[in-house]
């Protein structure tokens, strides 16, 4: 399990096109533990690509603060599970509370 955080100075960025990177992270889902974590810089922001980039990496679960429907439904095609309205903070806390089950969802910080 691969889970892709949008990422700017360190924390969650509420839109995810428009991270500086994306913090990956490995999971052991049966530990429900991070076992490692690297950042990527993505491509160009541009409608589609995103999702195709991040199912190349290996991603399983995106968790965003906000995306648009159709990142999202993008995002499903390649069999990537979407998180959004996730709290501005380090990627490790978010993924921790995520397989925590403990993750406070807000509402979708993107109305597109």
């Keep these: 399990m691969k889970i892709a955080i949008p990422t700017a100075q360190g924390k ?14 490995d999971i052991d889902p049966e530990k429900k533990t991070v076992t490692a974590g690297t950042e990527l810089v993505p491509p160009p922001h541009e409608p589609g690509v995103l999702p195709a980039w991040l199912a190349e990496q290996g991603a399983t679960t995106i968790i965003a603060g906000g995306m648009g429907s159709r990142a999202q439904a993008l995002f499903a095609q390649h069999n990537i599970e979407t998180v959004v309205g996730a709290p501005s903070e380090t990627p490790e806390m978010v993924a921790q509370q995520w397989l925590a089950g403990n993750l406070t969802t807000g509402s979708n910080a993107c109305d597109h």
């Design 12 to 25: 969650l960025c509420m839109h995810f096109g428009h991270c500086e990177v994306f913090t990956m992270l």
